[in-house]
């Protein structure tokens, strides 16, 4: 079985400062993706950023990257220039293309953008 | 109009009561997955099903139960309710090779 694992329950970063996030996790399975999900407090929930495990080049969205490791199964966030709005729960998630077909979640980071 | 709708917003009710969570999607999506967020443990999967006919468990199925009327609509039963199912639930979707998960709003609700 698949797991994912966040070691930060909550961080704080200042305002236009960076930030790293991390999350591990455990497969077998060669094919897969790799999501971070921010949830702010309206609850819903929302696709930061995409990692397509065959794909050796990290992803980028505009403030947000992703540092993947492979071979170490890591997979952190990045978010530069951090802004108040990014205050929310961030979800590391695993999905399986070939076993499991569904998609797995850490127990998240809280995170906390001060002025 | 969100492409997934869940229903009620929040509920609270009573031990013993039997409740029904509604979800329907406009994604054209086969695959519906109802999940259970609780502080501390992250989303956690209770049921998925990947056609009309194709329902499965997921790691914290019992106490509920589930109905795939139609490719678009997907309900979670909680046949008899009991505080410790007191949780945010979210619906979800995605494509075949679920490169992202579509989600509803999500439903809070309350066991008292």
């Known amino acids: 079985a698949q797991t994912v694992t966040q070691s930060q329950p909550e961080m704080s970063v200042q305002e236009a400062e960076t930030v790293t996030l991390s999350c591990t996790y455990d497969?077998?399975?060669?094919?897969?993706?790799l999501f971070w999900y921010k949830q702010p407090p309206s609850r819903q929930m929302i696709l930061v950023i995409r990692?397509?495990?065959?794909?050796?080049q990290n992803a980028t969205e505009n403030r947000f990257s992703v540092n993947f490791q492979k071979a170490a199964k890591s997979f952190s966030l990045k978010i530069s220039d951090s802004q108040l709005g990014d205050t929310a729960m961030y979800f590391c998630a695993f999905y399986g293309v070939n076993y499991g077909q569904n998609f797995v979640f850490g127990p998240g980071t809280r995170l906390s953008v001060l002025p | 109009d969100a492409d997934v709708t869940q229903t009620p917003r929040n509920r609270i009710t009573k031990t013993g009561k039997r409740i029904m969570l509604e979800c329907s999607q406009t994604k054209g999506h086969d695959r519906m997955y109802w999940y259970r967020q609780d502080p501390g443990l992250g989303l956690r999967l209770i049921y998925y099903?990947?056609?009309?006919?194709?329902?499965n468990k997921g790691e914290i199925s019992d106490g509920y139960s589930v109905s795939r009327q139609a490719q678009a609509k997907f309900s979670l039963s909680l046949e008899s309710a009991i505080p410790n199912q007191t949780a945010l639930y979210f619906c979800?979707?995605?494509?075949?090779?679920?490169?992202?998960?579509?989600f509803g709003q999500g439903t809070r609700l309350t066991v008292v």
């Open positions: 990692q397509e495990a065959y794909k050796q």
């Open positions: 979800a979707t995605s494509d075949l090779l679920g490169t992202e998960a579509f």
């Open positions: 099903s990947f056609d009309v006919k194709d329902i």
């Open positions: 497969t077998s399975e060669n094919n897969y993706y």
